[in-house]
C-alpha cells in the first residue's frame, strides 16, 4: 500500500461520496436559509437522540483505549453534555420539543454500527468510525457557515461544529489516527478503511433522513 497519512488516503479514495455529502441539499437549503423549519427541528430531534446515544460508543471506547487517549475520551464525554445543552437552549428558542420523535431508521442503524463496533471491533477500528463522525460534522457544517445568516436560530449549531476550537479538535485526533494506522498490520489498515467508508456512507445516510423526514420503512405515521 502507498506511505502517507492514512485519513487523507482515505478522503481522496473517498471523495465522491465525502463530495455528495457536503454538497447534500439539507446543508445547501440551511446554509441558504430556505430550509423548511420543520425538516431542520427534525433534524435536532434525530440529532439529540444520537448524541445521548453516542455516550454510550465514547464510553465504551475507554477501557479498550490506551492509556494516554483516556483524557481525550473522558473530554468528548463532558462535550456531549454541553452539546445536548446546546440543542436544549434553541429547542426552548424556537419553542419546540426534542423528545416528540422516535429514532428513525437511519438514526437507531447508525448508533447500532456504532455500538457494535464499540463492542466488537478493534480500538483501531472503533477510533476510525469516532473520527470519520467528527470529521463529518466539521465538514458538513463549514459548508453551512459559508452562507448562512448570523442571526438564524441555528447558527449556534454552526459556531459549534464549524468553530476554531472543534476544527483543531478534529485535526487534533486525525493525526491521532494516523499514528495509529502507522502502527497498525496491511490487514488492520484495510479493515479500518472499510469502517472509514461505511461511517461515510451512514454520515452521508443522515442528512438524507433529516432532508426526507424518514421514520421507517414501510411504516405510515
Ligand atoms: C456527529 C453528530 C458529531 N452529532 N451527529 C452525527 C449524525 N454525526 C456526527 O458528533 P458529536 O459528538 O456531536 O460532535
Not at 465525502?18 to 437549503?29: A, P, Q, S, V
Not at 464510553?59 to 453534555?81: K, S
Not at 429514532?103 to 464499540?118: G, M, R, V
Not at 448570523?150 to 476554531?164: K, L, R
Request: proline share 4%; net charge negative.
Amino acid at each position: 500500500m502507498a506511505q502517507g497519512s492514512f485519513v487523507a488516503q482515505q478522503l481522496e479514495r473517498l471523495r465522491p461520496i465525502w463530495e455528495t455529502m457536503l454538497g447534500h441539499r439539507f446543508l445547501i437549503e440551511t446554509r441558504d436559509g430556505t430550509i423548511q423549519p420543520e425538516r431542520f427541528i427534525d433534524w435536532m430531534r434525530q440529532d439529540y437522540w444520537f448524541v445521548e446515544r453516542s455516550s454510550e460508543f465514547m464510553a465504551a471506547l475507554i477501557p479498550r483505549a490506551p492509556r494516554h487517549h483516556w483524557r481525550e475520551l473522558c473530554n468528548v464525554i463532558d462535550g456531549l453534555d454541553k452539546e445536548l445543552k446546546l440543542f436544549e437552549d434553541r429547542a426552548a428558542a424556537v419553542n419546540i420539543r426534542l423528545r416528540d420523535a422516535q429514532p428513525s431508521f437511519t438514526n437507531h442503524a447508525y448508533i447500532q454500527f456504532l455500538l457494535s463496533t464499540a463492542y466488537r471491533a478493534s480500538y483501531p477500528e472503533a477510533y476510525t468510525v469516532y473520527y470519520v463522525a467528527e470529521k463529518a460534522y466539521f465538514d458538513s457544517w463549514s459548508v453551512v457557515k459559508a452562507g448562512i445568516a448570523t442571526d438564524s436560530p441555528w447558527y449556534p449549531f454552526v459556531e459549534h461544529w464549524a468553530g476554531e476550537g472543534f476544527g483543531q479538535y478534529v485535526r487534533r485526533i486525525g493525526q491521532q489516527l494516523d499514528t495509529i494506522a502507522e502502527e497498525a498490520g496491511t490487514e488492520l489498515r484495510e479493515a479500518m478503511a472499510e469502517y472509514f467508508e461505511l461511517t461515510t456512507k451512514y454520515e452521508l445516510a443522515f442528512w438524507e433522513m433529516a432532508a426526507t423526514g424518514e421514520t421507517w420503512p414501510g411504516v405510515d405515521d
